[in-house]
């Protein structure tokens, strides 16, 4: 029995279709994140940054202390040396005048005490002219290091929603999610781009035009939003103004040139003979090379 189930099992094992294998795909057209570890190596790296930042404060709080009670024991020492002296100048000029009967002992007293308290005034007030300004320096870097630290959190915030957003299967979870990335960041040129090739995805072509010319009225040369415009106008009927901005983005990023040529939304182009010719442009780089 025992060897009838081993023969029916090699049977199978033999006679079972062949699966296809999914052919890999190129290392270089894999996308950054999907790429083994980087995820792990960017958050590593940020992780790194923010303890350098913690361990910069650390050695800042530490040496500006050490500094405080460097300065404060000079002091200290400084006005002991100080008033030391002064009253044995004091005691000197009080035996003399006692000997001359130029004043009083009493008026020696109250003189010395006012010129003790005015030189200690003096003293007082220049280091604690020092001490202020010491306390503004460390304010500044610390107010620095803490924006530092925010920026750092800001960078993880939105590299988290960026990771979202290439997992996402809609446009619709796209464009929510740059809109996070927009309140976060305002005016993220990168963001608005891909939110046209989102409302694209959607058939919102009106809605893609606007979000591009919103980005080329910062950057007139972002090439991607030039490509977006170009889909947009091409859904639109604006053929010629399509061509126009594809000419202007290839110019700025020969690369879109190879993905022009497999743009479904530019199946209307094709015929064009300024189109055809960005396309050859596109082989005759690729043959030399």
Partial sequence: MIRFLSLLLLTMTFTAPAVETPEPQAYSQQSIYDKPLMERYVLDELKSIRQDQQSLELRVTQQITDRELAVADKSMNYANVTVTYFFYLIAAAASLIALVGWQSLRDIRVNTQKMANQKLEEIAGRYEKKFQDMERELKRKSRII????????????????????????????????????????????????????????????????????????????????????????????????????????VDFSASLSEAAKEEKDFEALHGYQRFDQIIAEDDSNTNKS
């Fill in 146 to 249: 803490t924006e530092n630290n925010r920026e750092i959190e800001r960078i993880n915030e939105i590299h988290n929603l960026w990771i979202r957003a290439q997992h996402s299967q809609t446009p619709e979870q796209k464009i929510e999610i740059y809109n996070e990335i927009l309140k976060i960041r305002p005016g993220d040129l990168e963001a608005l781009t891909y939110m046209a090739d989102a409302a694209m995805e959607m058939g919102e072509y009106h809605w893609a035009l606007s979000i591009c010319n919103r980005v080329l009225e910062v950057d007139q040369q972002n090439a991607n939003a030039l490509y977006q415009r170009a889909c947009a106008y091409t859904k639109l009927g604006a053929d010629e103004q399509a061509i126009s901005d594809l000419e202007l983005a």
